[in-house]
């Protein structure tokens, strides 16, 4: 097989364009796979039968503190324990597009689809999934930054 790699300043920065004759389908999969593999994953743990999962960090929507644990909820709506407090979570999560947005929350910023100022200095999100969460204003620059 012989691969020839080519840029294209046009397309999306995580974005690429892989063409194969048809007959090779077996090496589509292959690559899926080699991609799949490469994900960073995390392990969390699953409440209904306290097994281990790896779940991959790009599935994840929001991660929220509870007691000395946190709640992953995914893109999905599953929910599982992630064994960690909250501030040694977000070391984590923070190199992978997430950011703090108060004391108890931690979002993809991949997942805002809308934000809107309200009152006391914060700042309303509106998440994929239509939840709704306010970031307090001790972490508004952050947001600012991971937005541009």
């Known amino acids: 097989m012989k691969l020839i790699f080519k840029t ?3 397309i999306a ?19 899926e796979m080699a991609i799949q593999m490469k994900e960073k994953t995390i392990t969390a743990v699953n409440t209904m039968n306290n097994r281990n999962i790896q779940v991959p960090i790009r599935a994840i929507l929001i991660v929220e503190s509870e007691e000395r644990m946190c709640n992953l909820r995914l893109t999905t709506g599953e929910l599982y324990l992630y064994p ?23 979002i993809n910023i991949k997942e805002v689809k809308q934000f809107a100022p309200t009152t006391n200095a914060r700042i309303e999100l509106s998440l994929s999934d239509g939840s709704t969460y306010f970031i307090s204003r001790h972490y508004i620059k952050n947001f600012r930054r991971a937005l541009s």
């Open 8 to 10: 294209d300043t046009n």
């Open 13 to 31: 920065a995580e974005t690429a364009l892989i063409f194969t004759h048809p007959k090779e389908q077996a090496i589509k999969q292959q690559i």
């Open 84 to 106: 960690k407090r909250l501030k040694y979570a977000e070391a984590d999560f923070i190199n992978n597009g997430f950011i703090r947005i108060n004391n108890q929350t931690i």
